[in-house]
């Protein structure tokens, strides 16, 4: 099946031939002095390295050349957790005469429907919704992307049934009040009840903790209270798979205890790799990748030719044994051993080029008002990426079949 999506998910790449290429009016030739086309990405908050990735990856390709136009300019705001003030930075974007776009990160559809909407009918700006939880606020105009959560939960668990069986102590570490994680516990749920796992503790609400310190304290604590020794920890996240791996560092009896987590960056690695991990296996894709899509998607839906309502991401499986026999230390090792993880012909057009900035040759940005962005080629039609988008739609319900 991970074959298959890799397959599906690439076309042949190009140079920009204007000849065979048709351009968006939106990005030919514009007259000298005008401002750059703008993309307002608001975000609901940016705990973790997921959303720092998310970010680079974003900037990254905001810099490549979109037809004759070189660049997009970004401007990021944050609503530090607070809907509703999130609501009200998508209808102050939206006011934007230079805009072309919205990309909100998190948030809810009954705080943003209505600023969503306004932006659509009153300014006729597309809106791309990361990590959206809700129906859609408009059949038009609205693109909701997502990470194929239940795809991602499927190729862990799996694993985790070959590494491990059924008829087993398991633990659960998670935070019900993020979308991401809610679609990934229904699929939990699913596992559990077929492989006869039995769950002793759920250390919930694990975003809400102030510290890693203070995280980790509670996992340990579950661990500790457990009556029977746990056989594996899932924590569908990376920020939690992190910390409960070091929770069981500072808990020396429970040795043989395995984790099975979610995403995929520099940092997992590390730990995943390090002497006697119990990072067993992770499912995800490369965060400043997906980043870069979610860009490509804007542009695509401001030039008429996105006209889809959902986006399912690829997710791949890592496994320990994977990266330590393949000697992956970092990203860009993913990157060689399974050059899929960029998506390079995901989510994009014959207009738009790519190009992949690297985490050792990108500058740490703290997230800015104005932010401009870096990327060079590949690209694939506006059907192959429909075909691939409905595809994609359907794997995670193969995965659950059996």
């Known amino acids: 099946m991970l074959l298959l999506l890799s397959i599906v998910c690439f076309g042949t790449a ?3 031939n204007t000849t065979t290429c048709t351009i968006p009016s939106l990005f030919k030739d514009s ?9 307002h990405v608001i975000m609901y908050g940016t705990t973790g390295d997921f959303f720092k990735e998310l970010s680079e990856g974003m900037k990254s390709q905001a810099s490549a050349t979109f037809g004759h136009i070189d660049g997009i300019e970004l401007i990021f705001t944050e ?3 607070n809907l509703t003030r999130q609501a009200e930075l998508v209808s102050k974007a939206s006011t934007d005469p230079d805009a072309i776009g919205i ?7 009954d705080n943003l429907c209505t600023s969503i909407k306004s932006s659509i009918k009153d300014n006729n700006l597309p809106v791309v919704s990361f990590d959206f939880d809700g129906n859609p606020c408009s059949s038009t105009g609205q693109i909701i992307a997502a990470q194929q959560d239940d795809a991602m939960v499927s190729l862990v668990l799996t694993q985790a049934v070959n590494d491990r069986g059924g008829n087993i102590n398991v633990g659960y570490v998670s935070d019900l009040n993020y979308p991401p994680l809610q679609r990934r516990n229904e699929v939990w749920e699913l596992y559990k009840e077929r492989n006869n796992w039995t769950q002793l503790f759920f250390v919930d609400n694990a975003a809400d903790y102030s510290t890693a310190e203070e995280l980790q304290s509670a996992i340990e604590e579950a661990i500790k209270g457990s009556p029977q020794v746990v056989d594996f920890i899932y924590a569908p996240w990376d920020h939690l798979s992190v910390n409960t791996v070091q929770s069981l560092h500072m808990t020396d009896t429970l040795v043989d205890t395995a984790v099975y987590g979610a995403d995929i960056n520099n940092e997992d690695i590390q730990v995943m790799i390090e002497t006697d991990s119990p990072w067993m296996a992770t499912a995800g894709g490369d965060p400043r990748a997906i980043g ?3 860009i ?3 542009a695509l839906a401001a030039s008429g030719e996105l006209d889809i309502i959902y986006v399912r991401i690829p997710s791949f499986l890592f496994t320990q044994d994977f990266l330590i026999s393949n000697s992956i230390t970092n990203m860009n090792k ?14 994009t057009a014959c207009w738009i080029n790519i190009e992949y900035t690297d985490e050792a040759e990108s500058h740490d ?19 192959e990426y429909l075909i691939v988008s409905l595809i994609l739609s359907a794997i995670p319900a193969l995965f659950l079949l059996g």
């Open 292 to 294: 870069a899509s979610l």
């Open 296 to 298: 490509r998607m804007v």
């Open 79 to 81: 609503s530090n957790g």
């Open 103 to 109: 990309l909100t990160i998190d948030g809810n559809s």
């Open 334 to 347: 993913v990157h060689e051993a399974m050059p899929e993880t960029l998506l390079p012909d995901f989510m």
């Open 365 to 383: 940005h703290d997230h800015e008002e104005e932010t401009t962005a870096s990327t060079s080629s590949a690209h694939t039609s506006s059907i």
């Open 14 to 16: 190009s140079e920009l």
């Open 31 to 39: 007259e000298s002095g005008n401002a750059p086309p703008k993309v």
